[in-house]
């Protein structure tokens, strides 16, 4: 796993808890441009799935990724997985506005769908998600890595839930990111292939928001976007932040960018500070800057005083074995499939109705 380097970011876990036995759980990838497939991968794997097949375009792609799974099978067509009735689900991290149609074609073959973040890039696709869910009654899945697969992320959630820092009022989130734009895709660089920057990474924000403050939807106050730094990329955007309040009143504030310096020692200082009416959380998540190069540091204050959690390979990732779960009993266990759908909503949102920062300090609406 490079720290260096959030595209191909691939966290495995240290607390293995299978939750189905060999043959029960199988399942494939299909579409391998972002490296949060093998994320994805691992913690399917973690919880008992098993990986049989994979297909893209790509042929160098499909051979590291049997390099890395070699019990996954190069299918020769995106049919050949669609049509064999013993895959129970298709992974998927293909270009961010291709994805919606692998899940519709995905469902159609009778098959759960699990996809990378932003699972939608526009309002019209998540509508058609919604009614094939509806429809058939499997499981959309959107990995949310920056909670689910982050053990103090999870673990802060847990504090909130036993009551830690009592009801919560507000949440700030930031998500910088390291840009690599050398070893970028074409298409990373165009909103229209990745939905813009609140769209794609802020897809995570807006997610947290939601859990952390026991939301079901919330309002999009303010929004807006930059590119301050690469003028060479017209359209990209390597700033962007965003203000919403929950409809139980807790309010939210996020920003992400492509601005982590290279001397960081991992690819982004993600963090979430958690304000409750009795205390409040400050999740680090990969990274202590200047004190401690581990991950997963959890700071806690409230009536009790002031502690620190080290978090690492110390609380698993219990997602993906209640989403396997999920999707074999028709429970909602994992996450609601209106929260995975509501959290794409509200970030495509605050992404089209951002404002554009121009470089001379004017703001323009999109």
Not at 49 to 76: M, R, S, W
Not at 164 to 169: D, F, K, L, P, T
Not at 211 to 231: C, F, I, M, R, T
Not at 241 to 262: I, K
Request: charged fraction near 25%; proline fraction near 3%; charge should be negative.
């Amino acid at each position: 796993m490079n720290k260096n380097d959030g595209m191909n970011y691939a966290p495995k876990g240290t607390k293995i808890k299978k939750v189905v036995d060999k043959g029960e759980f199988l399942f494939a990838a299909i579409g391998l441009d972002h490296g949060h497939i093998y994320g994805m991968t691992n913690g399917l794997i973690e919880a008992g799935g098993e990986i049989v097949a994979v297909y893209d375009t790509d042929l160098e792609k499909v051979k590291q990724f049997c390099e890395a799974y070699p019990n996954a099978h190069a299918a020769a067509s995106k049919e050949e997985i669609l049509n064999n009735p013993s895959i129970h689900l298709i992974a998927c991290a293909s270009i961010p506005s291709e994805r919606a149609d692998v899940g519709l074609e995905a469902m159609d073959h009778g098959k759960h769908f699990f996809v990378d973040k932003p699972g939608f890039t526009t309002l019209e696709q998540l509508e058609k998600a919604k009614k094939k869910t509806s429809e058939t009654g499997l499981k959309w899945g959107i990995y949310y890595s920056e909670r689910l697969h982050v053990e103090s992320s999870i673990f802060a959630g847990q504090l909130i839930e036993e009551g830690a820092i009592g009801r919560v009022v507000q949440v700030m989130g930031t998500g910088p990111h390291r840009a690599n734009i050398q070893n970028r895709p074409d298409w990373f660089f165009d909103p229209k292939y990745f939905g813009g920057i609140l769209c794609d990474i802020g897809s995570h924000q807006v997610e947290q928001f939601l859990y952390y403050a026991g939301a079901k939807d919330a309002e999009v106050l303010h929004s807006k976007v930059g590119n301050y730094h690469y003028p060479q990329y017209e359209k990209f955007e390597d700033f962007g932040d965003a203000t919403l309040v929950a409809d139980n009143g807790a309010t939210f504030y996020f920003r992400v960018d492509w601005f982590t310096p290279d001397g960081l020692g991992t690819w982004g200082d993600g963090r979430v500070v958690i304000l409750g009416t009795e205390g409040y959380i400050e999740a680090r998540k990969y990274i202590d800057i200047a004190r401690d190069s581990t991950s997963d540091h959890v700071y806690l204050v409230n009536k009790d005083g002031e502690k620190h959690f080290e978090c690492y390979g110390k609380v698993g990732f219990p997602f993906f074995g209640e989403f396997i779960l999920d999707c074999l009993n028709g429970t909602e266990n994992a996450m609601p499939q209106s929260h995975a759908f509501k959290a794409a909503e509200l970030c495509i949102i605050a992404q089209e109705k951002a404002m554009r920062i121009q470089t001379d300090g004017q703001m323009i609406h999109k």
